[in-house]
């Protein structure tokens, strides 16, 4: 479960960006620190191989990028999804065209992996707050059920579970995935 840490008073945004990082990470929101569960095996095996796939399949043609527990703060509030996505044009850069430090706008896709302790509907609202500030698109995974909720600007959420096709970010429109491709990566399959 995400648990909000008590403190005597509230902390302000910026007071939390210089805290020190913690693993796993804390979020803000609303002047409260939130603790994200540690990550298990089916979140973390999810995690790495889509973040994966979606790099595969993007990187090379300078399409989208996808970060792992990459910090976005925006909308008065840090956030650390699973995995953000950022359009290629989108991530933002220094002087020297390298990737900056401290990200402080949302990625064009925000993908969450529901956690067994962890409240389905606070990681429903962080997307939905994602999207309501300039996110394109959100899932939400959910390895226990095998379905997969995708959320696209003011579109009532979609539930997607077996051969159903997932929307992706329109570059990315060529890639074909669903919740079976998905989930199937969860098996380890042993040479006998």
């Known amino acids: 479960m995400i ?28 002047g409260k620190i939130i603790q994200k569960p540690m990550p298990q095996g089916k979140h973390s095996k999810l995690q790495t191989t889509l973040a994966s796939e979606i790099n595969q399949r993007a990187e090379s043609h300078q399409l989208a990028y996808a970060f792992t527990e990459l910090r ?33 706008i949302p990625p064009d896709w925000i993908i969450e992996i529901l956690s067994p302790d962890q409240s389905p509907l606070k990681v429903i609202e962080k997307i939905s707050f994602a999207l309501r500030n300039g996110c394109q698109l959100g899932w939400l995974v959910s390895p226990s059920e095998n379905i997969v909720m995708v959320f696209q600007g003011n579109q009532l959420p979609e539930t997607k579970m077996g051969k159903d096709p997932l929307a992706v970010l329109a570059e990315l429109q060529e890639w074909f995935i669903t919740p079976e491709i998905i989930f199937g990566w969860l098996s380890f399959e042993r040479l006998k």
């Open 72 to 104: 976005c703060t925006f909308g008065e509030r840090s956030l650390v999804p699973d995995i953000t996505v950022f359009k290629w044009n989108n991530i933002p850069l220094d002087s020297r065209g390298q990737i900056v430090d401290r990200i402080d």
């Open 3 to 30: 648990h909000a840490i008590e403190t005597t008073s509230s902390i302000s945004l910026e007071e939390f960006l210089n805290l020190p990082e913690t693993k796993p990470a804390q979020e803000y929101q609303n």
